[in-house]
């Protein structure tokens, strides 16, 4: 356990514990879906997240998947070192691919992703980085995001792209987006 200084401008807003996955062997699951998880086309993520290495390497945050190379719902620090959401529904068709703009490498520095999505009616996905809007767009594709299948944090389901650095207040609600 770790603590972060979650910093808003020049103020520190408040301190509070983290989870330290050190990139090799921590990662968390849940064999099974979140309770009262059910399809859908909305959803928010949330999370405060400091990277302490493997710079250009696929480091998952948030993991929603039926087996690990088929994310329903993920989040991710990608290869190309900037922040990546995707979103399928259960036969696999992708719904939401959605990178960040900026890169991400480590260092001793915080940083606060804020995702969310109607890819329903309203047909939009944005992301926030540090308060800066790193993607606004549309669904690849119509459909409901696959939410019910096994949770991961810090890696896929399997173990593999394992997080380096810390993780706090992660935050997913599936069912709700706001703007």
Avoid at 25 to 53: E, H, K, V
Avoid at 66 to 89: C, E, M, P, Q, V
Avoid at 137 to 143: E, N, S, T
Wanted: aromatic share 8%.
């Amino acid at each position: 356990m770790s603590q972060a200084m979650l910093l808003g401008g020049s103020e520190i807003l408040r301190v509070c514990n983290s989870a330290d996955f050190d990139g090799t062997n921590d990662y968390m699951t849940r064999g099974g879906a979140l309770t009262g998880a059910a399809d859908g086309t909305q959803g928010i993520l949330s999370c405060w997240f400091r990277l302490d290495g493997g710079d250009a390497g696929a480091l998952k945050m948030l993991q929603i998947a039926i087996i690990s190379a088929t994310s329903h719902l993920s989040i991710a620090r990608w290869t190309d070192n900037k922040i990546l959401l995707l979103g399928r529904a259960a036969d696999n068709t992708s719904l939401i691919s959605a990178g960040s703009t900026s890169t991400f490498i480590q260092g001793a520095t915080w940083h606060h992703v804020l995702a969310a999505w109607d890819i329903g009616a309203a047909n939009v996905v944005r992301m926030y980085v540090d308060d800066v809007s790193e993607y606004v767009g549309v669904r690849a594709a119509a459909g409901d995001i696959d939410y019910t299948a096994d949770t991961s944090a810090g890696s896929n389901i399997d173990g593999t792209q394992k997080f380096n650095g810390c993780l706090a207040e992660l935050y997913f609600a599936q069912g709700t987006y706001l703007d």
